[in-house]
Nanobody, 123 residues
Framework: QVQLVESGGGLVQAGDSLRLSCAAS????????IAWFRQAPGKEREFVAA????????AYEDSVKGRFTISRDNAKNTVYLQMNSLKPDDSAVYYC????????????????WGQGTQVTVSS
């Protein structure tokens, strides 16, 4: 079992950067693929980025490609989401999620979730 805690959200202006962290506790963190999802008010939860258990494979939602970078440090049991050139449309609660083995793009495939961190981008 894995417990996840997100941090790093905040209020920024368009064009600014933020780095979100997802700290995990529990056994065998290295065996889990991790993804970031986000949910804005009145909208469905959507996939943002994912990284494989080894860190060797990543995936991004089209609108964040070239702006967001997902990475992991298994020695620190932490996954990061570096977000650059933020836009107002990026405003949402960001969640990290874990699943054993390969990553998926659909949120029902993930077994463990953090509580979320708010990101607000003003224009």
């Amino acid at each position: 079992q894995v417990q996840l805690v997100e941090s790093g959200g905040g209020l920024v202006q368009a064009g600014d950067s933020l780095r979100l962290s997802c700290a995990a506790s529990g056994r065998n963190f290295y065996a889990y693929s991790i993804a970031w999802f986000r949910q804005a008010p009145g909208k469905e939860r959507e996939f943002v980025a994912a990284i494989s258990w080894s860190g060797g494979s990543t995936a991004y939602e089209d609108s964040v490609k070239g702006r967001f970078t997902i990475s992991r440090d298994n020695a620190k049991n932490t996954v990061y989401l570096q977000m650059n050139s933020l836009k107002p449309d990026d405003s949402a609660v960001y969640y990290c999620a874990a699943t054993e083995g390969s990553y998926y793009l659909a949120y029902p495939e993930y077994d463990y979730w953090g509580q979320g961190t708010q990101v607000t981008v003003s224009s």
